[in-house]
């Protein structure tokens, strides 16, 4: 899919990149990967936007907007950056985010992750959606000549007072039951479908 956008010229109105959990010192390797990933895809034009997407769930740090801050440390203009803050599982990331993109007018989406995440939620997005997700898996070679970039931010304008982490909300079960996406308020929940953007 990537070759293919690169060889059309497409550009999406947005990616849209699901959280990873932040823990209050600096993000981890998937979490560098993903940012790393959207930042480049932004950068040479393969999209207008970024939604960044995930709430305050194993940690008291909204995963969308830390995310955002390292992105715009890379270079990224904050008004070119969107957050969904709902998410708690991957399949609500997705969900959320084209929600939010339905709302911002936004018609063409593509999902910018590691190709493990890409692959567990290819169905999710073709079979749930209305407008077509393309996937955007990526790339380690590319990757790997941004390996060394290490921006640092100030963590505290994603921190949530009061936090609860999910695992003390919710049981296993429960946590089981939103990552295949039991939770999502589909506005038909007998389709369990989301309508075209």
């Given at each position: 899919m990537l070759n293919e956008?690169?060889?059309?010229?497409?550009?999406?109105?947005?990616?849209?990149?699901?959280?990873?959990?932040?823990?209050?010192?600096?993000?981890?390797?998937?979490?560098?990967?993903?940012?790393?990933?959207?930042?480049?895809?932004?950068?040479?034009g393969l999209a207008k936007n970024i939604i960044y997407s995930g709430g305050a769930?194993?940690?008291?740090?909204?995963e969308a907007k830390i995310m955002g801050l390292y992105a715009i440390e890379l270079g990224v203009p904050e008004q070119n950056i969107y957050y969904d803050t709902s998410a708690e599982h991957s399949t609500e990331n997705i969900y959320f985010s084209y929600e939010l993109a339905r709302r911002l007018g936004f018609k063409t989406?593509?999902?910018?992750?590691?190709?493990?995440?890409?692959?567990?939620?290819?169905?999710f997005t073709r079979k749930r959606f209305?407008?077509?997700?393309?996937?955007?898996?990526?790339?380690?070679?590319?990757?790997?000549?941004y390996n060394h970039l290490e921006p640092t931010i100030n963590p505290e304008s994603?921190?949530?007072?009061?936090?609860?982490?999910?695992?003390t909300r919710e049981t296993f079960w429960?946590?089981?039951?939103?990552?295949?996406?039991k939770n999502i308020p589909w506005s038909d929940m007998d389709t369990k479908k989301a309508d075209s953007l």
């Open positions: 956008a690169v060889s059309q010229h497409k550009t999406f109105d947005a990616l849209i990149v699901p959280g990873v959990p932040f823990y209050g010192e600096a993000w981890d390797s998937t979490m560098k990967a993903r940012v790393l990933w959207s930042t480049v895809l932004f950068k040479q769930v194993y940690s008291p740090y909204y989406l593509a999902l910018a992750t590691d190709p493990g995440q890409s692959a567990l939620l290819k169905r209305g407008t077509p997700i393309h996937h955007l898996p990526f790339v380690e070679d590319t990757l790997w000549k994603a921190k949530v007072q009061d936090f609860t982490s999910i695992t429960k946590r089981l039951g939103g990552t295949i996406g």
